[in-house]
C-alpha cells in the first residue's frame, strides 16, 4: 500500500493542494487540475529516511513481528521508511509528462535527492527533458519548505544544490512521491504461514536469484508486491513465474518430502504441545494425547528434538547415537580416549 504522510509533513493536510501522487493521478484522470501555473514535486517523502525509532508493543516484545508490526502501526511521524521504493521516480516522471502534455505552458519542476530510473524508464526521463520539466537537486539537511503566500499561492523554499543558492517557488500543487509500504496484514499473515520477513518488512524470498517467487514453505510463492516495491511489468512477470512455479507441484502425482525429518517416540510422548508451539513449519500436531510428525511440512531444524523435556523426538538419520559414534570416531583418530 502506498505511505500516507502524517499531517503536517511538507504541510500535507494542512493545504489542500499538497497532495500525493496516488491523489495527483486522480485529479489528472478526473480532469480537476485545470491549468496550474507551476506544480513542484518532491521526492522521497517518507523514503529513504534511515531506522524507524519506534515505540515499545505489548505484544511478542522480542520478536521481529513486533518490530515490523512497530514500524506499521506506531513509527513516530517523523520518520519514513529506508529503502528506495523504486517506482516512485518513475510515477512522478510519469506525471509531470502528463501534466505538461496536456498543459504545454505549465512550468513542472521536481525536486530530488537522487533520480533513480531503471529498464525503459531512461528513455521516459529524457522524454520528460524534452519538455522542458525541470529537475532540481536538494542536499536532505535542507529539506525543502511549504508555506502559504500573500497570493493564496503556495510558497516552497529549497536549497539548489547545483546552483549554491536558496530558491523560493510560487506554486499552485505541491505533489509528494510516497512510497510502497508492506501492509500489516501482510506481517501477520507471514507469522501465520511461518515465512520469514525481509528487514523491510516485505515477505522474503528463498533466494533472490535463483529461487526469485518462492518461499522457505514449499507450495507458497510469492507475485506482485509481496515481496518488495515493484512497477506493473515486474508485478506481472512475478505472477507469471509464481504461476508456473505451482503449476509444477500441481502436475506431479508425488511430493518428495526431505530425508531428515523428525520421529516421534510415544512411549515417551507425553503430549505436553511443545513441539507444536515451536515448530516454525507447523509439523507438529497433537493428536489423542500423542505428537504426530507431518512428514510433508518437516524440513528437519531439530527444534522440537532439542526442546523436548521427555527426549521423545530424534531426527531421522541423525540420532543421538549416531552424533555420539562420530563424536567417538573423531577421537580414536587423534589418539584420544573415547569415555
Same mark, same amino acid.
Given at each position: 500500500?502506498?505511505?500516507?504522510?502524517?499531517?503536517?509533513?511538507?504541510?500535507?493536510?494542512?493545504?489542500?493542494?499538497?497532495?500525493?501522487?496516488?491523489?495527483?493521478?486522480?485529479?489528472?484522470?478526473?480532469?480537476?487540475?485545470?491549468?496550474?501555473?507551476?506544480?513542484?514535486?518532491?521526492?522521497?517523502?517518507?523514503?529513504?529516511?534511515?531506522?524507524?525509532?519506534?515505540? +515499545?508493543?505489548?505484544?511478542? !516484545?522480542?520478536?521481529?513481528?513486533?518490530? #515490523?508490526?512497530?514500524?506499521? %502501526?506506531? $513509527? /513516530? =511521524?517523523? @520518520?519514513?521508511?529506508?529503502?528506495?521504493?523504486?517506482?516512485?521516480?518513475?510515477?512522478?516522471?510519469?506525471?509531470?509528462?502528463?501534466?505538461?502534455?496536456?498543459?504545454?505552458?505549465?512550468?513542472?519542476?521536481?525536486?530530488?535527492?537522487?533520480?533513480?530510473?531503471?529498464?525503459?524508464?531512461?528513455?521516459?526521463?529524457?522524454?520528460?527533458?524534452?519538455?522542458?520539466?525541470?529537475?532540481?537537486?536538494?542536499?536532505?539537511?535542507?529539506?525543502? +519548505?511549504?508555506?502559504?503566500? !500573500?497570493?493564496?499561492?503556495?510558497?516552497? #523554499?529549497?536549497?539548489?544544490? %547545483?546552483? $549554491? /543558492? =536558496?530558491? @523560493?517557488?510560487?506554486?499552485?500543487?505541491?505533489?509528494?512521491?510516497?512510497?510502497?509500504?508492506?501492509?500489516?496484514?501482510?506481517?501477520?499473515?507471514?507469522?501465520?504461514?511461518?515465512?520469514?520477513?525481509?528487514?523491510?518488512?516485505?515477505?522474503?524470498?528463498?533466494?533472490?536469484?535463483?529461487?526469485?517467487?518462492?518461499?522457505?514453505?514449499?507450495?507458497?510463492?510469492?507475485?506482485?508486491?509481496?515481496?518488495?516495491?515493484?512497477?506493473?511489468? +515486474?508485478?506481472?512477470?512475478?505472477?507469471?513465474?509464481?504461476?508456473?512455479?505451482?503449476?509444477?507441484?500441481?502436475?506431479?502425482?508425488?511430493?518428495?518430502?526431505?530425508?531428515?525429518?523428525?520421529?516421534?517416540?510415544?512411549?515417551?510422548?507425553?503430549?505436553?504441545?511443545?513441539?507444536?508451539?515451536?515448530?516454525?513449519?507447523?509439523?507438529?500436531?497433537?493428536?489423542?494425547?500423542?505428537?504426530?510428525?507431518?512428514?510433508?511440512?518437516?524440513?528437519?531444524?531439530?527444534?522440537?528434538?532439542?526442546?523436548?523435556?521427555?527426549?521423545?523426538?530424534?531426527?531421522?538419520?541423525?540420532?543421538?547415537?549416531?552424533?555420539?559414534?562420530?563424536?567417538?570416531?573423531?577421537?580414536?583418530?587423534?589418539?584420544?580416549?573415547?569415555?
Amino acid at each position: 500500500m502506498n505511505y500516507q504522510p502524517p499531517k503536517g509533513l511538507y504541510q500535507y493536510g494542512v493545504y489542500d493542494r499538497v497532495v500525493t501522487q496516488l491523489e495527483m493521478d486522480e485529479l489528472l484522470k478526473e480532469g480537476k487540475l485545470e491549468k496550474p501555473e507551476r506544480v513542484v514535486m518532491i521526492q522521497c517523502v517518507g523514503a529513504r529516511k534511515g531506522e524507524i525509532r519506534a515505540y +515499545e508493543l505489548g505484544a511478542f !516484545p522480542k520478536s521481529d513481528t513486533a518490530r #515490523l508490526l512497530r514500524k506499521i %502501526l506506531k $513509527a /513516530r =511521524k517523523e @520518520e519514513g521508511w529506508p529503502y528506495c521504493s523504486k517506482i516512485c521516480c518513475m510515477n512522478a516522471i510519469k506525471n509531470a509528462v502528463l501534466i505538461k502534455t496536456r498543459c504545454p505552458e505549465t512550468d513542472v519542476i521536481i525536486l530530488y535527492g537522487d533520480i533513480r530510473v531503471y529498464k525503459e524508464y531512461e528513455d521516459f526521463y529524457s522524454r520528460a527533458r524534452d519538455l522542458e520539466v525541470k529537475f532540481v537537486k536538494h542536499i536532505e539537511e535542507a529539506t525543502p +519548505e511549504i508555506s502559504m503566500g !500573500p497570493d493564496n499561492k503556495l510558497r516552497v #523554499l529549497v536549497y539548489d544544490a %547545483l546552483a $549554491a /543558492r =536558496k530558491m @523560493e517557488l510560487p506554486c499552485d500543487w505541491v505533489v509528494l512521491s510516497t512510497p510502497l509500504r508492506p501492509r500489516k496484514g501482510q506481517v501477520l499473515l507471514a507469522r501465520m504461514l511461518k515465512i520469514p520477513i525481509s528487514p523491510d518488512g516485505f515477505l522474503m524470498e528463498a533466494h533472490l536469484k535463483l529461487r526469485p517467487v518462492d518461499t522457505q514453505m514449499d507450495g507458497i510463492f510469492l507475485a506482485g508486491t509481496a515481496s518488495g516495491p515493484k512497477d506493473v511489468p +515486474e508485478s506481472i512477470i512475478s505472477a507469471k513465474a509464481a504461476a508456473a512455479r505451482a503449476s509444477i507441484l500441481l502436475a506431479n502425482k508425488k511430493m518428495k518430502t526431505e530425508a531428515l525429518t523428525s520421529i516421534v517416540d510415544e512411549e515417551l510422548c507425553i503430549g505436553c504441545g511443545l513441539c507444536e508451539e515451536i515448530c516454525p513449519y507447523s509439523a507438529h500436531q497433537i493428536e489423542e494425547g500423542k505428537s504426530k510428525t507431518i512428514e510433508a511440512l518437516c524440513r528437519g531444524c531439530g527444534a522440537c528434538a532439542a526442546d523436548c523435556p521427555r527426549r521423545a523426538i530424534t531426527m531421522l538419520h541423525f540420532t543421538d547415537q549416531q552424533i555420539l559414534a562420530q563424536v567417538k570416531a573423531a577421537l580414536v583418530a587423534e589418539g584420544l580416549e573415547a569415555r
